[in-house]
């Protein structure tokens, strides 16, 4: 099993920066991948961005070039940097952990990110 504890959201204006972080503890294999999404209300869970070990990342166009994901595999972090927030980015964010030999998922309980305009 993995936990996951994220952390960071908050309300902020339009413009502003935010940076989530996520904390992952238990059985951590090694190779694994890990990932922010993100749920606004009435809608689907999208990917916001991803990260392998090896620090391959992948981002949704609509963050790209505004927000930076990034890992610390020595204590099995992952941090989203947030720039030029949106209102439309408003969302809960959640946390996901995947074990790329198994295909198993954890996710955290999400935090909350509001954007004001």
């Known amino acids: 099993q993995v936990q996951l504890e994220e952390s960071g959201g908050d309300l902020v204006q339009a413009g502003g920066s935010l940076r989530l972080s996520c904390a992952a503890s238990?059985?951590?294999?090694?190779?694994?991948?890990m990932a922010w999404y993100r749920q606004a209300p009435g809608k689907q869970r999208e990917l916001v961005a991803q990260?392998?070990?090896?620090?391959?990342?992948n981002y949704a166009n609509s963050v790209k070039g505004r927000f930076t994901i990034s890992r610390d595999n020595a204590k099995n972090t992952i941090q989203l940097q947030m720039n030029s927030l949106k209102p439309e980015d408003t969302a809960v964010y959640y946390c996901?952990?995947?074990?790329?030999?198994?295909?198993?998922?954890?996710w955290g309980q999400g935090t909350q990110v509001a954007v004001s305009s």
């Open positions: 996901k952990f995947t074990v790329i030999l198994t295909g198993a998922t954890y």
């Open positions: 990260i392998t070990r090896d620090g391959n990342t």
């Open positions: 238990g059985s951590i294999f090694t190779n694994n991948v």
